[in-house]
């Protein structure tokens, strides 16, 4: 059993950074490959950037690519995801979710989830 708390989200302007953060409980978490994902009003969750238990391996949507990196601190039991340049579409509630499969962008493979934290990027 995983349980992930997301913080760092919040208001910023077009073009600037935030840093999301993802703190889980348990003694195994390097076991898990971590993801985060994103959701909007209406629209289904989206797979947003994933790495694996060691954090040697990590991927990303096209969309986010060269602007957002996932990095993790096994030691902290913590999952980050850095956001640059942001744009105003990537509003959205963010989540961020633990699987046993490294490298999937499935969220049916991801059976724990944090209870997400919403940034909004002003133009």
């Known amino acids: 059993q995983v349980q992930l708390v997301e913080s760092g989200g919040g208001l910023v302007q077009a073009g600037g950074s935030l840093r999301l953060s993802c703190a889980a409980s348990?003694?195994?978490?390097?076991?898990?490959?971590m993801g985060w994902f994103c959701q909007t009003p209406g629209k289904p969750r989206e797979f947003v950037a994933a790495?694996?238990?060691?954090?040697?391996?990590?991927y990303y949507a096209d969309s986010v690519k060269g602007r957002f990196t996932i990095s993790r601190d096994n030691a902290k039991n913590t999952v980050y995801l850095q956001m640059n340049s942001l744009k105003p579409e990537d509003t959205a509630v963010y989540y961020c979710?633990?699987?046993?499969?490294?490298?999937?962008?499935?969220?049916?493979?991801?059976?724990?989830w944090g209870q997400g934290t919403q940034v909004t990027v002003s133009s």
């Open positions: 348990g003694r195994t978490f390097s076991s898990y490959a």
């Open positions: 979710a633990a699987a046993s499969l490294a490298g999937t962008r499935r969220l049916d493979d991801y059976p724990y």
């Open positions: 790495i694996s238990g060691s954090g040697r391996i990590t």
